[in-house]
């Protein structure tokens, strides 16, 4: 059968399964779009640019599926730049389409021409200037295959105007991606299962270091096994929430600059160190050069080029995680370890009456408490999308996730205003799902034009906006090491109820923590998008606290209330 | 130290670009990358010479595998291997001058390509140290002008027999709007 380029295009993403895609239209991309109608597709016409390459971003975590964004030339094209270099950070597998300006006119400065191949390449897993109808099914049954590939990423595929439509039969037989077999090929100085299983059976201290690799590989059950028999604690990335439960008892918490003091000191006392899907960021490692000095390292990562990057290690393992323990699991002899649980335990110290939550209400509302009443109101089974800034690491520290992918946030790439577009990408992928979006007042104002997607699009989505008026985290930073000199950090913004309502949403303004549970169960009742603006404490601050760049064990800890007031 | 990698790519648009934006964006300073075809038609190689460590060697090859195009990567810093450059290098040198240019040629066994009246060019392909030492030689006769291609480099032997078949596939036809680069270096 003879199709049009713009034809081709759609029958290639149904015979992807894409059932949505999230994009706006314009100039180059208008034969795309006019083929559309014809297909069982449901387009979700975003406010701006970069809230398409959020959504599919959003339902790429969500779901495990490949999100599609799809845009015009030029400022279309530039505006998703944010949202795929989000993705490529996160691993997360979105493929986007732009159109392209006539391939006569190319390089030609044509109205909205420019060179986003070019602009992405550093950016995606790889991307693909299609200028001729016959390419464009081969070109789009490889993107979903190299999205989906390894380590997941983004892959932009830019299809010139007259590629769209012009008419070519199609074989899809033909079409099908050849990938280089070199992919997966084991390469001189990769690691062996047998010295990590040595490393792991004679340790006497050893501790999981869980990322966001396990949720991507579905290896969850087998990292729980491997914890349990060898009787191992599990450390988590920011990313790595919801890949083991928060409320399982070998899980210690969150590493990193604003994880659990116990935490990062077990991995500064640790022997062994069993890093399973995570890259050592410089946000868990704090200074390399003293960190986990005592400890043997294993790293087992399916990108290869993770390995001996930041961290040196003993044992490099380049293999899809599910697949490795797999092999390891019956290999390991059940080990008691309760001398170092009992170590750990008693590192936690005084944490409990330094935590905010056991704090008695002194009558401000802080964010902890917001967050940690919305855990318990939506029994910690909301898919909860954050944006970045203090609310988003308060989210991490006082929801408790206990299943994967029910924390969706920008770790790798730290995008403000991520959030809501991402939740409508999320509410898309599963729309059974409670979905809250919890955001900053700052991050909000960046994307808020999306209320009216998720209004057009009827979705239940509520959002709570942590409003301090302050970029919070940026001002906590000043306030800790630049003297308290808040340049650029106090922010306004609008009457956000008022902003909701004139989107025909629902909104309600709490002062109050006995406001809270009340706004709460109101926005839950309505099945409709709600907004609830929680005026909290303005000059608050995250801890526990790992300054950029200071040892992973010099936390700037809680306050104590016994020698400080809570008011403080 | 600096290591030598020969590199395998899929001879399509825009792949050398791919190849030097990948060293830009990872902090790996180039020393030298030339390009050219190879016996397999669609693939071509490039020696990529990179002042590196052990550890950047291979992260450095596992993120040369990470690009599509690219098929194969050897890192033959170690191994048995030919490494030629080859130069072409143009003296200003005239009567008595020119005997000596000539005398000089024929001990590093380089040849004589072109002869104007003010000035002479020379080919010589050898390594780096031998085309170094030669112009070393030239200079006090006036070296006017100098390329060189940077090394190419190949394992002795047939350690690496394996062959890379031509690969079709998404935009395997090479397209006439995005010029594609077959021969080059840097």
Same mark, same amino acid.
Request: charged share 20%; hydrophobic share 45%; glycine share 8%.
């Given at each position: 059968?003879?199709?049009?380029?713009?034809? *081709?295009?759609?029958?290639?993403?149904?015979?992807?399964?894409?059932?949505?895609?999230?994009?706006?239209?314009?100039?180059?991309?208008?034969?795309?779009?006019?083929?559309?109608?014809?297909?069982?597709?449901?387009?979700?016409?975003?406010?701006?640019?970069?809230? !398409?390459?959020?959504?599919?971003?959003?339902?790429?975590?969500?779901?495990?599926?490949?999100?599609?964004?799809?845009?015009?030339?030029?400022?279309?094209?530039?505006?998703?730049v944010?949202?795929i270099a989000?993705?490529m950070?996160?691993?997360?597998?979105?493929?986007? *389409?732009?159109?392209?300006?006539?391939?006569?006119?190319?390089?030609?400065?044509?109205?909205?021409?420019?060179d986003i191949t070019g602009i992405t390449l550093p950016i995606t897993k790889h991307n693909y200037l299609?200028?001729?109808?016959?390419?464009?099914?081969?070109?789009?049954?490889?993107?979903?295959?190299?999205?989906?590939?390894?380590?997941?990423?983004p892959?932009l595929?830019d299809?010139?105007?007259?590629?769209?439509?012009?008419?070519?039969?199609?074989?899809?037989?033909?079409?099908?991606?050849?990938?280089?077999?070199?992919?997966?090929?084991?390469?001189?100085?990769?690691?062996?299962?047998?010295?990590?299983?040595?490393?792991?059976?004679?340790?006497?201290?050893?501790?999981?270091?869980?990322?966001?690799?396990?949720?991507?590989?579905?290896?969850?059950?087998?990292?729980?096994?491997?914890?349990?028999?060898?009787? /191992?604690?599990?450390?988590?990335?920011?990313?790595?929430?919801?890949?083991?439960?928060?409320?399982?008892?070998?899980?210690?918490?969150?590493?990193?600059?604003?994880?659990?003091?116990?935490? &990062?000191?077990?991995? @500064?006392?640790?022997?062994?160190? /069993?890093?399973?899907?995570?890259?050592?960021?410089?946000?868990?490692?704090?200074?390399?050069?003293?960190?986990?000095?005592?400890?043997?390292? *294993?790293?087992?990562?399916?990108?290869?080029?993770?390995?001996?990057?930041?961290?040196?290690?003993?044992?490099?393992?380049?293999?899809?995680?599910?697949?490795?323990?797999?092999?390891?699991?019956?290999?390991?002899?059940?080990?008691?370890?309760?001398?170092?649980?009992?170590? /750990?335990?008693?590192?936690?110290?005084?944490?409990?009456?330094?935590?905010?939550?056991?704090?008695?209400?002194?009558?401000?509302?802080?964010?902890?408490?917001?967050?940690?009443?919305?855990?318990?109101?939506?029994?910690?089974?909301?898919?909860?999308?954050?944006?970045?800034? @203090?609310?988003?690491?308060?989210?991490?520290?006082?929801?408790?996730?206990? #299943?994967?992918?029910?924390?969706?946030?920008?770790?790798?790439?730290?995008?403000?205003?991520?959030?809501?577009?991402?939740?409508?990408?999320?509410?898309?992928?599963?729309?059974?799902?409670?979905?809250?979006?919890?955001?900053?007042?700052?991050?909000?104002?960046?994307?808020?034009?999306?209320?009216?997607?998720?209004?057009?699009?009827?979705?239940?989505?509520?959002?709570?906006?942590? &409003?301090?008026?302050?970029?919070?985290?940026?001002?906590?930073?000043?306030?800790?090491?630049?003297?308290?000199?808040?340049?650029?950090?106090?922010?306004?913004?609008?009457?956000?109820?008022?902003? !909701?309502?004139?989107?025909?949403?629902?909104?309600?303004?709490?002062?109050?923590?006995?406001?809270?549970?009340?706004?709460?169960?109101?926005?839950?009742?309505?099945?409709?998008?709600?907004?609830?603006?929680?005026?909290?404490?303005?000059?608050?601050?995250?801890?526990?606290?790992?300054?950029?760049?200071?040892?992973?064990?010099?936390? /700037?800890?809680?306050?104590?209330?016994?020698?400080?007031?809570?008011?403080? | 130290?600096?290591?030598?990698?020969?590199?395998?790519?899929?001879?399509?648009?825009g792949v050398?670009n791919r190849v030097a934006s990948l060293?830009r964006r990872? !902090?790996?300073?180039?020393?030298?990358?030339?390009?050219?075809?190879?016996? #397999?038609?669609?693939?071509?190689?490039?020696?990529?010479?990179?002042?590196?460590?052990?550890?950047?060697?291979?992260?450095?090859?596992?993120?040369?595998?990470?690009l599509v195009?690219?098929?194969?990567?050897?890192? *033959?810093?170690?191994?048995?291997?030919?490494?030629?450059?080859?130069?072409?290098?143009?003296?200003?040198?005239?009567?008595?001058?020119?005997?000596?240019?000539? @005398?000089?040629?024929?001990?590093?066994?380089?040849?004589?390509?072109?002869?104007?009246?003010?000035?002479?060019?020379?080919?010589?392909?050898?390594?780096?140290?031998?085309?170094?030492?030669?112009?070393?030689?030239?200079?006090?006769?006036?070296?006017?002008?100098?390329?060189?291609?940077?090394?190419?480099?190949?394992?002795?032997?047939?350690?690496?027999?394996?062959?890379?078949?031509?690969?079709?596939?998404?935009?395997?036809?090479?397209?006439?709007?995005?010029?594609?680069?077959?021969?080059?270096?840097?």
């Open positions: 059968m003879t199709l049009t380029g713009a034809q *081709i295009l759609w029958e290639a993403l149904v015979r992807e399964g894409v059932t949505d895609v999230f994009g706006y239209p314009g100039g180059a991309i208008l034969p795309a779009y006019d083929a559309m109608l014809a297909y069982p597709i449901r387009h979700v016409l975003v406010r701006h640019e970069q809230g !398409a390459a959020h959504m599919a971003d959003g339902f790429a975590r969500a779901s495990g599926r490949v999100g599609v964004a799809i845009a015009t030339s030029g400022p279309g094209a530039t505006n998703m944010t949202g989000t993705a950070m996160d691993s997360s597998p979105i493929v986007c *389409i732009t159109g392209q300006v006539g391939s006569r006119l190319i390089g030609s400065d044509a109205f909205q021409e420019t299609v200028t001729g109808v016959h390419d464009i099914a081969p070109a789009i049954r490889e993107a979903f295959a190299i999205a989906r590939a390894g380590r997941p990423g892959v595929i299809i010139t105007k007259d590629a769209q439509q012009a008419s070519a039969e199609v074989d899809w037989d033909a079409a099908a991606p050849r990938l280089s077999e070199a992919y997966d090929d084991a390469l001189p100085g990769d690691g062996d299962a047998h010295d990590a299983l040595a490393l792991i059976a004679t340790a006497e201290r050893p501790l999981i270091l869980a990322g966001h690799g396990i949720v991507q590989a579905g290896a969850e059950r087998q990292v729980r096994e491997l914890a349990e028999r060898a009787g /191992i604690p599990i450390a988590v990335t920011l990313l790595g929430i919801g890949g083991v439960p928060a409320s399982h008892p070998l899980n210690m918490g969150m590493m990193g600059m604003h994880g659990e003091a116990w935490v &990062n000191q077990a991995i @500064q006392e640790a022997d062994l160190l /069993i890093a399973l899907g995570m890259r050592f960021d410089d946000r868990v490692t704090g200074n390399l050069k003293t960190y986990a000095q005592t400890a043997r390292k *294993i790293h087992v990562d399916i990108d290869r080029a993770e390995l001996n990057k930041n961290v040196r290690v003993d044992v490099a393992i380049a293999r899809d995680l599910r697949a490795a323990l797999d092999e390891w699991l019956p290999l390991i002899t059940p080990r008691d370890r309760a001398g170092w649980l009992a170590r /750990i335990h008693a590192l936690k110290g005084d944490a409990a009456v330094r935590d905010i939550q056991n704090l008695p209400d002194d009558g401000h509302l802080y964010a902890a408490h917001v967050i940690n009443d919305l855990w318990r109101l939506t029994h910690g089974d909301a898919i909860v999308v954050t944006d970045v800034g @203090q609310h988003q690491m308060w989210e991490a520290q006082y929801y408790k996730h206990d #299943t994967p992918r029910s924390l969706i946030t920008s770790g790798g790439l730290g995008t403000m205003g991520f959030a809501l577009p991402a939740a409508i990408g999320a509410k898309i992928a599963c729309p059974d799902k409670e979905v809250w979006v919890v955001v900053g007042d700052g991050g909000f104002q960046m994307t808020m034009c999306e209320l009216a997607t998720a209004v057009q699009e009827q979705l239940d989505i509520n959002v709570a906006i942590i &409003n301090n008026g302050y970029l919070g985290m940026v001002r906590q930073w000043q306030e800790f090491f630049y003297d308290k000199r808040y340049a650029a950090t106090p922010i306004s913004g609008p009457d956000f109820a008022r902003l !909701a309502g004139s989107f025909g949403i629902p909104a309600a303004v709490v002062k109050t923590r006995a406001e809270v549970a009340g706004a709460v169960e109101a926005a839950r009742r309505q099945k409709r998008t709600a907004v609830i603006d929680f005026q909290v404490e303005q000059e608050d601050t995250v801890y526990p606290m790992v300054p950029a760049g200071a040892d992973l064990h010099k936390m /700037i800890r809680r306050p104590s209330p016994i020698v400080e007031t809570a008011a403080d | 130290m600096l290591h030598t990698f020969a590199v395998y790519v899929d001879n399509k648009p050398l060293f990872r !902090a790996f300073n180039i020393e030298s990358l030339t390009v050219g075809h190879t016996e #397999t038609d669609g693939v071509s190689r490039m020696t990529v010479v990179v002042d590196t460590d052990e550890y950047g060697a291979r992260r450095l090859e596992a993120h040369l595998y990470k195009p690219c098929r194969r990567v050897d890192n *033959i810093t170690h191994a048995p291997a030919i490494a030629r450059d080859l130069a072409l290098i143009k003296v200003a040198a005239t009567g008595e001058a020119r005997t000596h240019v000539m @005398q000089l040629v024929d001990v590093y066994r380089a040849r004589i390509v072109d002869v104007s009246p003010e000035s002479m060019v020379i080919e010589t392909t050898g390594t780096e140290d031998k085309i170094d030492s030669l112009v070393e030689v030239l200079r006090p006769y006036g070296v006017v002008e100098m390329v060189r291609t940077g090394r190419v480099a190949m394992a002795r032997g047939l350690v690496n027999g394996r062959r890379i078949a031509p690969r079709t596939g998404a935009g395997a036809a090479a397209s006439e709007v995005n010029g594609d680069i077959s021969s080059c270096s840097v």
